[in-house]
């Protein structure tokens, strides 16, 4: 799953996936992400101190 401007993306085809109860899936081929299949955060993860 890919994300540019805020449209995301099939891994599968690459065409635009739609946001449907819960899921997203993709308007050409029909793939999809149940919410239990993907953690979408605005919030960076934890950074490591090295």
């Known amino acids: 799953m890919s994300e540019k401007s805020g449209v995301i993306y099939c ?3 690459g065409a635009e ?3 449907q109860q819960c899921r997203l ?4 081929c029909g793939y999809f992400y149940s919410c239990s ?11 490591e101190d090295d």
């Open 25 to 28: 899936i993709c308007k050409n």
């Open 11 to 13: 891994d599968q085809c």
């Open 17 to 19: 996936m739609i946001n």
């Open 37 to 47: 299949d993907f953690v979408y955060s605005a919030e960076p993860g934890p950074q």
